[in-house]
């Protein structure tokens, strides 16, 4: 089994992988700020956060690298009230024995 250390190091190679985000806001990308949070060796949340008046459906969530290349996605389909809001992407790294 993988120790705390290893996970830790798993974490953190994800966390430098998560490079910048975007969400489909009414049909259109829009660049929006990533932040990073901790909760022990295991797991990490990224928050994409959206910070203007702008309302509208969001329908996708995508995190690319730093070369541009897309890492993570997903759909997604929340209206967006007038106001900031942070919407969550918690990751877990796991290791399953004799797999």
């Not at 998560?18 to 990224?46: C, I, N, R, W």
């Not at 509208?56 to 995508?62: A, E």
């Not at 890492?71 to 290791?95: C, F, G, H, M, T």
Request: hydrophobic share 40%.
């Amino acid at each position: 089994m993988l120790t705390n250390y290893a996970l830790e190091r798993q974490k953190n190679a994800l966390e430098s992988l998560f490079y910048s985000a975007e969400v489909e806001l009414d049909g259109e990308l829009m660049t929006v700020p990533v932040l990073v949070t901790h909760q022990g060796p295991t797991k990490v949340t990224f928050l994409l956060r959206l910070v203007d008046s702008r309302t509208g459906r969001i329908t996708k969530r995508i995190i690319k690298d730093s070369n541009g290349v897309i890492v993570w996605q997903d759909e997604i389909n929340i209206v967006k009230p007038p106001r900031e809001i942070a919407l969550s992407i918690p990751i877990e790294l796991q290791w399953k024995a004799g797999e």
